[in-house]
């Protein structure tokens, strides 16, 4: 049964569409993982890491797993059982860091906004100081609303009562500046499918030595490694795989052997971040997918549609587009994406039926595809019944490119 | 910093090298992961996972982390805190099923042979009757030793008294056959990177409705996705992300959302799996593998080695290879590596300066890899001192080659 990739235009929240240099950069031959060859891209990742998160961090490598395994990842070596862990929640990666941190044995304490609305960081400092959890769990880039969470003053208030804060960046990091270091963020997990165009499968990571002498109270060296009843601790990670301390021994010049690095996704990876840090440069990568998404918010806005949400605080690379009442959202997604292929994503809980998320993160931010995918939008809805003004939507698009080029 | 990936002949027992054909599926563009064009190709590697482990078993889908991960999954996912694991243990493998069983709260019974031998499986029966434990896990093929362990019984021993058996497959699939239902083994776990030749990072692994009936007592479904205290176990799974009970869910017409799959290595999954299943066959496979080792081992003796360990039970996609008195070993290693591109393996713990490893798995086990290997291996060994036949054992090899091809 042979393998048929059909062409698709992503714009949705992730997995996103990736670069051909990237994709070639994964048909490459495998090397040994304790090949110099290969420790040399494991450094060099390391590297480029540290400069997408702006940050002096050494600890900052990928896990092999998904976003959520780095999300675990982090949340598994700082959670002990019964720690209290303190949750700003406004969406459903809100959830999701509640159930990380609840397996991982946490005492976790919520506060709530409505979706679609983001949090005053004074409130969170507020609990903070009145909570004093062990740990702050916040999600920055909620893809679910398409909202961004304000984070620059948190990381330092929850240090002031010894709380450790992590941030789940998976969907804003490579889309909006996280200067780790200036934000005082003890921990914080990035995304490879969304603003960074990688594939999916691995995910980029920091954090600080504050963080790591915590983890390390932890550290059990793995049974037939020990050599000692001292390498145990009593209050071990629970996961061998997603441990942090036994990670940092692998990406480290001690090079102790752990699970098999993905050679593949290390090369994507490698390559993603190249283009991103050294070709095209963060900052200039953060204005251009902002340029494409005022673009296309705004060309949806001429169309007819509503803008979901607090626009004050909305991802730069995302569009959350409210659904027109009467409309079957899912029917309008599902041609576009049998007819047309091209993908735009729903969302979640609360949020289903009521908004269509459009990404705009990474590869896909250019004029052409946002002006094919507002041409077919228009038409589809068109076609479907729904009023739209395609014509003033496509000449106001055209006219704002024509100021950006010139 | 462009990604320079350098050509390498690995002949070691994992990462293994990977078929052009395999590389190249890499490079296919990203597709969204509730795309049916991407479910599809999910559905097919359950297929593919289902044929090369022999069973009808539902439950054959990846896992989006290294060998370990599959492991961990597999037996976090069945061990609650106290549950009683019995692991036989004659490598270092063994010893990570303890680390791993014990990192799920089980209390770990061990069994031990010497390194290099393996068990009477009577004894393994014997032992199963008297602990009674809840899980037996044990490795098939333990690459530390090179050693395969006959398994066609115990599963049916353990179920006798209520055990799950759990077989670490990860270095002997696709090497030798495992008749998962034959021999009624609960849950395998199969590796990519070995006798496959597929990139590491994913996981191929099965198991039957027995084990799924048991770890679904213990499903949680997800905060933010539960819709009664019904839907949380109180003694859930304390992994989110290995948590096979939510993989069940992803991996099945239900679909639910957990974590974005891991695109490409399901590309590269599905055409190794692919190539293995339907072009060569799975039988035809093993029997290349053997082939070649069966003629490399001879060529090494003739050069005047000593092979490794109980050669009753070795495993057929590598081989143990003493290291000679007075030969340093991984100064030869390196020597091969720097200066040739070709990589072998030292091993672990007691073995470690002890044994080389070669591996002869998947795409690698081909006439001109195993003829390069061994005169470039002769004329190292002979410039470092080390007095070799390698006129002998090449005319060997060659005319083995002779009668193999005609």
New interface residues.
């Given amino acids: ?8 235009q ?1 714009m ?1 929240p ?5 670069d ?1 240099r990237v ?11 304790f ?3 290969f420790t040399q ?1 494991m450094n ?1 990742n390391m590297d ?1 890491i540290r400069k997408a998160f702006q940050t002096k961090n050494y600890w900052s490598f990928p896990i ?6 780095g999300l ?1 990842a982090v949340i ?1 070596s700082i959670v002990s059982p019964g720690d209290k862990v303190l949750v700003p929640r406004m969406g ?1 990666f ?3 860091a ?3 941190a ?4 946490g005492k976790v304490i919520t506060m709530d906004t409505d979706w679609g609305t983001v949090f005053n960081q004074e409130d969170i400092i507020k609990k903070i100081n009145e909570v004093k959890p062990k740990v702050l769990a916040i999600v920055h880039g909620e893809t679910s609303t398409g909202r961004l969470q304000p984070i620059d003053k948190i990381g330092a208030a929850a240090k002031t009562v010894g709380a450790f804060t992590i941030v789940d960046a998976v969907a804003s990091f490579m889309g909006v500046s996280i200067p780790v270091d200036d934000w005082e963020l003890d921990a914080v997990i990035g995304g490879a ?1 969304k603003s960074l165009s990688a ?4 995910t980029p990571i920091t954090f600080n030595e504050r963080f790591a002498d915590e983890i390390k109270l932890r550290k ?1 060296v ?4 020990a050599t000692s009843e001292s390498d145990i601790s009593e209050n ?7 441990d942090l301390t036994q990670l940092m021994d692998y990406w480290s010049p001690a090079r102790l ?9 290390n ?2 990876l ?2 993603a971040l ?1 283009l991103a840090v ?1 070709n095209e440069g963060i900052f200039e990568r953060f204005n251009r997918q902002i340029k494409q998404q005022q673009i296309l918010k705004e060309g949806l806005k001429k169309l007819g549609l509503k803008i979901f949400g607090d626009e004050d605080h909305e991802m730069p690379n995302m569009v959350a587009v409210e659904i027109p009442e009467g409309v079957a959202g899912d029917k309008i997604r599902a041609i576009l ?2 007819d047309y292929g091209v ?1 735009i994503a729903s969302s ?2 609360p949020m289903a039926g009521r908004i269509w998320r459009v990404g705009l993160m990474g590869y896909v931010a250019q004029k052409h595809y946002v002006l094919r995918f507002l041409s077919i939008f228009a038409s589809v809805l068109a076609q479907n019944g729904v009023k739209v003004n395609t014509a003033l939507a496509l000449n106001w698009v055209t006219e704002a490119y024509h100021e950006l080029e010139n």
């Fill in positions: 049964m042979s393998l048929e990739i059909t062409d698709r992503i949705t992730g997995p996103t569409m990736v051909p994709s070639q950069a994964a048909s490459n031959a495998i090397l040994g993982q090949d110099p060859a891209i060099e480029f092999d797993g998904a976003s959520r395994a675990e598994n459903r809100g959830d999701l509640v159930e990380l609840t397996r991982a044995g499918q594939p999916a499968g691995i059990r793995e049974a037939g490694v071990y990670i629970n996961s061998n795989y997603l052997n752990h699970h098999t690095e993905s050679t593949i996704l090369y994507t490698h390559e190249s050294e994406l049998n993908e979640f809980g």
